[in-house]
């Protein structure tokens, strides 16, 4: 099978995000972590490329992205989506315009869009201005995210720095006069010198006028939900076969840990509620932790009955973020916390959890690498944009769900662990 769509993502949750939705169109979505070391064999029409890209340094960002490119041009791609956060996570200098503009040259093409809406997790764009919700995102949660503050909404002034090359905006107005009106906003802005176009969306039917209109260009940029109907169209236009293999969920034993690192408001919501539940929980405290080592935690999670699915986590509120990188500094603090995390998962998996439930983009993005995951096939989807995904790790066969931060209802924990009892 030649590869239809090469998919790069930013972050591990990113990724499952967008193949979770490619693949409710049932055909085979298969994810690699990092860019794998041996050429593709049998690629599946849907490939994603999970990097860990999002806060690393620009030139790492792109040099990595460029040789995802390469992969997935080996596996026969000629279409490309990159894929970022629906909140548009980025720093002043990076990494969305700069990989943006490096796979822009790579392909030889001149213009392409930007459309991190996600109707279904409230992710909306108008008139340039990206919502979380009814909030504009610089007043949203995503303004005290640990990583990556959020303080502006508007997508050209956010993307404005990143770039070398002219912003546009293909609004709303005329995305509602469908896909044609589109593609001829999208040439006049390209008569103009206009590289980067963001493109309002604010419902599921936006998507799809997006997507038709931009099916055949070499790269698309966005959110996950824009590729959505990528699948139904590449059917209809023949480019993708109906007869694709289907996904196959191995059955394994119930044996559950959930980790936490998010500090987003949801991840909040969920690590309380799920402790109300009755849950074993163990809280991790960044400052503790340089004091005593993972040590504390290991011992306690050796004592616990993983049948009840005991949670880990170092989710906290704005104000404890903040004092604990005042004292380690940002990046410390997060390393130090996926570290541990990371280890949980190896020791829980030592022990014999078969199911792991992590919260967090960059979390994920640590604990999959520790946990020597290369390869996930995508199975049932617990809430939008989270699927379960399978895999080898340690040589034994394990299911995980990597749930960005923001996603999910409260009930989320209990949720991921009933989609896999039914
Ligand atoms: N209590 C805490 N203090 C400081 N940093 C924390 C704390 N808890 C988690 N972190 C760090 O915050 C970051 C959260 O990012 P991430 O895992 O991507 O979550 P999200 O999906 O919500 O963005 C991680 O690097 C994590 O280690
Ligand atoms: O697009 C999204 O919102 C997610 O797929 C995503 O990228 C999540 O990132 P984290 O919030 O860091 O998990």
Not at 148 to 153: E, N
Not at 271 to 287: C, E, F, M, W
Not at 344 to 349: I, K, L, P, Y
Request: aromatic share 6%; hydrophobic share 45%.
């Amino acid at each position: 099978m030649t590869t239809v769509l090469g998919c790069i993502a930013d972050d591990f949750t990113g990724a499952t995000d967008l193949a979770g939705l490619l693949a409710r169109s049932g055909v085979r979505v298969s994810l690699r972590i990092g860019i794998p070391s041996e050429p593709p064999t049998d690629p599946a029409a849907f490939e994603v490329i999970a990097l860990k890209s999002r806060t690393a340094p620009v030139t790492e960002a792109v040099a990595e992205t460029r040789a995802a490119l390469k992969w997935l041009q080996t596996a026969g791609a000629k279409r490309f989506f990159w894929k970022y956060c629906s909140t548009f996570d980025s720093t002043p200098e990076g990494n969305i315009g700069p990989v943006a503009e490096a796979l822009m040259d790579d392909l030889g093409t001149d213009q392409t869009i930007y459309c991190p809406a996600f109707p279904e997790n409230g992710r909306s764009i108008f008139m340039g201005n990206l919502f979380v919700g009814q909030q504009p995102l610089s007043e949203s949660p995503m303004k005290d995210h640990p990583l990556t503050p959020m303080r502006d909404s508007n997508l050209m002034r956010l993307l404005g720095p990143q770039v070398t090359k002219a912003t546009g905006l293909a609004d709303r107005l005329t995305v509602a006069q469908g896909a044609q009106a589109l593609r001829a906003r999208l040439d006049t802005l390209k008569g103009q010198g206009v590289a980067h176009v963001v493109v309002d969306a604010v419902a599921n039917e936006d998507l799809y006028v997006i997507a038709d209109a931009c099916r055949d260009m070499p790269l698309m940029t966005g959110g996950s939900a824009v590729a959505m109907p990528l699948p139904a169209l590449y059917l209809a236009d023949g480019v993708l076969s109906a007869d694709a293999p289907k996904a196959v969920a191995p059955k394994l034993n119930d044996t559950t840990i959930v980790l936490s690192g998010s500090c987003s408001a949801m991840t909040n919501a969920q690590v309380a509620h799920y402790k109300a539940t009755g849950a074993a929980s163990y809280q991790l405290d960044p400052l503790a932790l340089t004091e005593n080592g993972p040590g504390p935690v290991l011992d306690w999670l050796a004592a616990q009955d993983l049948s009840k699915a005991p949670l880990v986590y170092a989710t906290a509120n704005p104000e404890s973020v903040r004092a604990a990188q005042d004292k380690l500094g940002v990046a410390a603090a997060g390393e130090l916390i996926e570290a541990t995390l990371s280890a949980c998962a190896v020791a829980a998996r030592d022990a014999g959890a078969r199911r792991i439930i992590v919260a967090g983009g960059e979390t994920s993005g640590a604990v999959t690498k520790t946990l020597g995951v290369t390869q996930l096939n995508i199975g049932a989807e617990i809430a939008p944009g989270v699927p379960w995904t399978y895999c080898q790790s340690g040589g034994l066969d394990i299911a995980l769900t990597l749930k960005s931060g923001n996603f999910g209802s409260e009930t989320f924990f209990t949720d991921a662990q009933a989609k896999l009892s039914t």
